[in-house]
């Protein structure tokens, strides 16, 4: 039994999925199926029962989850341990949305590391859901994500917003218009957020809002992919437009009226490393006025 298998397997309990799964822990598909049987293994029984390709907790998982989440929190415990002796308190650790790698951290890392340049920065990825239950086990220190829920105790403070637009294949119709309205997008063929992200609740909401019915043909976690989808002609898609950033065979249209994902800094004010996440607000707090 070790770290990997046992998030492997809370995963699977959540995502009932190896694709989905291995795309949340960013890893091969391959590597979860292994640490899954590697895991049944080392028990001795199987946790769940198997319905062609989706997974389902039997009562051998049911009863072993709640154990499995106690060892791994105990891991974490004991690594924020270590890393609090190591670095004697001059440690901030900041967890980030998958789409925020190639522009919102650099920014905020460099703000940081110019008010304090002795302070070490630890990184790690992860979807919403993921990154406010880190925050609530002292796992990070900060989240740069979307506005935490009202009941998460968490304090916040917007960053950044990234339009979202209507994404679609150069050749598309709507490509050679300045702005669109969402009853353009109904009936079409549609590259979707899966459930797993953040952003599903937010682009089905703003859907089913303006009651418009698209024909889903994939969903997927990770934007890329569904920029390559769309590229390619196998749907269009809601996507948020990154700033200065362009993508071959897809063009980004604005809607009409504009909708827009808004970003920004989550923090508890009892972290470990909660007076260092206070001096990077602030940091940040003068760098936007």
């Known amino acids: 039994m070790d770290e990997q298998a046992l998030r492997a397997f809370l995963s699977l309990a959540q995502t009932e999925n190896t694709r989905d799964t291995a795309a949340e822990l960013a890893v091969n598909q391959s590597n979860v199926s292994r640490a899954l049987a590697r895991l049944e293994a080392s028990i001795g029984m199987p946790l769940f029962a198997r319905h062609g390709k989706r997974l389902e907790l039997n009562a051998n998982g049911v009863a072993f989850r709640a154990d499995a989440a106690a060892v791994l929190d105990a891991y974490e415990s004991a690594r924020r341990h270590a890393e609090t002796i190591a670095d004697a308190g001059r440690l901030l650790r900041i967890g980030f949305l998958h789409s925020l790698a ?39 220190d900060v989240a740069l994500c979307t506005a935490p829920p009202a009941t998460s105790g968490a304090q916040w403070m917007p960053l950044a917003e990234e339009p979202l637009c209507v994404a679609v294949p150069e050749w598309h119709p709507l490509a050679r218009r300045e702005r669109v309205e969402l009853t353009a997008l109904r009936g079409e063929d549609f590259i979707g957020f899966s459930r797993i992200t ?33 590229a390619g002609g196998l749907g269009l898609s809601i996507l948020p437009r990154t700033p200065g950033r362009s993508d071959p065979g897809v063009v980004y249209v604005p809607f009409d009226p504009p909708f827009a994902r808004i970003l920004g800094i989550s923090w508890s004010e009892s972290a470990q490393g909660a007076a260092l996440a206070r001096e990077l607000v602030a940091a940040l707090r003068a760098a936007h006025t």
């Open 102 to 140: 190639r522009w919102l951290v650099p920014d905020v890392v460099g703000t940081f590391r110019a008010s304090q340049p002795d302070v070490r920065v630890t990184l790690r990825q992860g979807f919403s859901r993921d990154l406010q239950g880190w925050l609530a086990l002292d796992a990070i």
């Open 198 to 230: 953040e952003m599903r609740p937010i682009i089905s909401g703003i859907l089913a809002d303006a009651g418009v019915a698209v024909n889903v043909t994939f969903e997927s976690s990770e934007i890329d992919t569904m920029r390559s989808l769309v």
